[in-house]
């Protein structure tokens, strides 16, 4: 097939992960026989940089026409400046925004290689399988921003649609897994969160009766996230509660380095990125772990384009590559640790031989 790509390398490590994700691309391109046209635009601070702008119209034009967009990371402390009239940041929300890209999906899967790497306990972590499902365009992220001199406020709001459209998302992802949704909210205080209750109850009574939903606080999902994960199946959220809990869940992964993500919206041109930021303190070493956004191509391969068995793949060389014990220096115990271009390479390696076996089974 011929795919028309974006990518979005961004600033900090973001250049760095997304060559090591555009490189497996390529190769599952040439392995399969299919033509990706990769082109490269501007984002974040770099775009601030260029353009004076966080999302310049040549790159939200790009992207609208896109199948897919891969992203890096955006941010740093050069311009991070808090009075600051334009931030990298905003490019990021607006890319979001103008793709109309509401459900973010951040799975977690920690990997067996990995469980000691995790500040939890590894007996807890065996056999976790969670997809937390964010809402990406709404909530208090979006909302009316005011400052004056002696207070600030950000307004928090969704409609029912919003809350719908998502809450009806995850159901039918949840179709494909365990059957298991839980909706988290704070309707014990806010009242987008009594709405967010009320509407995500009567869509899966509704229209999913045979998938099970359960409510649970944020503050209590924050804590049972940690001591009994393995309970989760499919998370459902609004935007700043999935922002903070899909953080803490990477710490069951045991690097925010490992874990992809997928924005969707009803069209099928997707975001794929890995959910860690631009990390300036290790950037231009060569040394950031390329898994996040390796497996975020995978994503885009079975969202975008359909593409299930080159998903599956690249899937299968990363678990490989972890197996074989070659980490980069998130993960790895000091000295052992493997660059960007060797875990790189290593899924490469694994790419070639694994895929080979999928192609014999067809
Ligand atoms: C994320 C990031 C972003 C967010 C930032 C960079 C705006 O933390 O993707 O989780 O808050 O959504
Ligand atoms: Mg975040």
Known sequence: MHADIVV????????????????????????????????????????????????????LEA?????????????????????????PEQGLLALRKGLGLYANLRPVRPHPATLGAAPIKPHLLAGVDLLVVRELTGGIYFGQKRREADRASDLCEYSTAEIERVVRRACALARE?????????KANVLETSRLWRDVASRVAREEFPDVTLEHQ???????????????????????????????EASMLAGSMGLLPSASLGEGRVGLYEPIHGSAPDIAGRGIANPVGAILSAALLLRHSLGLEREAACIEQAVAATLDAGILSADLAVAGQAATTAEVTTAVRDRMETGCQVAELRD
């Open 177 to 185: 897994r365990r059957r298991h949704v839980t909706s988290v909210d």
């Open 217 to 247: 606080l944020v503050d209590s999902m924050a804590m049972h996230l940690l001591s009994r994960p393995r309970a989760y199946d499919v998370v459902v959220t609004e935007n700043m509660f999935g922002d903070i809990l899909t953080d």
């Open 63 to 87: 992207c609208r026409q896109a199948d897919a967009v891969l992203l890096g990371a955006v941010g740093g402390p050069k311009w991070s400046d808090p009075n600051a009239k334009v931030r």
């Open 8 to 59: 979005l390398p961004g600033d900090g490590i973001g250049p760095e992960v997304t060559a090591a994700a555009v490189e497996a691309l390529q190769f599952t391109a040439q392995r399969y026989g299919h033509t990706f046209r990769l082109r490269e635009h501007l984002i974040g601070g770099a775009a601030i940089d260029a353009t004076g702008e966080p999302l310049p119209a040549a790159t």
